[in-house]
Every structure is written in structure tokens, then in C-alpha cells.
């Protein structure tokens, strides 16, 4: 289970996760996501409370990333575990994906 809160940090909004970004999360929240980067200039992601991320999280991830890049704006994925750092070091996703 996914819990998501999205708050305003100045003049850019994030995306606190909480919980396993797995399939079921990834469809339930998707549109969050895509509406949360529509809305804004300047994105963050923060993992800290996040355990998991299957493909389909990722592919959330990637959404929110070319979106923002088409827009000229910015994504940051924050907080990450190794874990799950060790997913997106594996998936290639580190390279792609602007980490704090």
C-alpha cells in the first residue's frame, strides 16, 4: 500500500511516498502524479518513506520525468534507500533521473 501526500515547498511541489510503489499503487496514483507535474515548474519525489518500486512505479517516474523536461521544468528524486536506489542503479533509471 502507497500512501502519497503532496505538499508546497516554496515554489515547488512534493511528492511525499510512503509505503511499496507497486502495480496496484502505480495505476491507483498515476494521474496524481501526472497532475502534480502539470501544476508545477519544479518537482520532488521524496522516498524516504518509500520501500519499494516495481516497473510500473517506474514508469510513473519516467511520465513525470519527460513531461517535465517537455515543459522545461525540474524533477528531483530525493531520500532514496539503497534498496531502492539498487532498482533504479539496475533498471539504468540513475542516469536518466536527477537524484539529491
Do not use: P, W
Request: proline fraction near 0%; hydrophobic fraction near 45%; charge should be negative.
Amino acid at each position: 500500500m502507497m500512501k502519497i501526500n503532496v505538499e508546497d515547498e516554496g515554489d515547488r511541489k512534493v511528492l511525499y511516498l510512503d509505503g511499496r510503489l507497486d502495480v496496484n499503487a502505480a495505476r491507483d496514483n498515476e494521474a496524481l502524479f501526472i497532475e502534480t507535474a502539470a501544476s508545477t515548474m519544479d518537482m520532488v519525489i521524496d522516498c524516504e518513506k518509500m520501500t519499494y518500486i516495481s516497473s510500473a512505479g517506474l514508469r510513473n517516474f519516467i511520465h513525470v520525468q519527460k513531461d517535465m523536461s517537455a515543459k522545461k521544468g525540474r524533477l528531483v528524486i530525493r531520500n532514496v534507500s539503497t534498496d531502492v536506489m539498487d532498482i533504479f542503479t539496475s533498471t539504468g533509471f540513475i542516469s536518466i533521473m536527477n537524484f539529491e
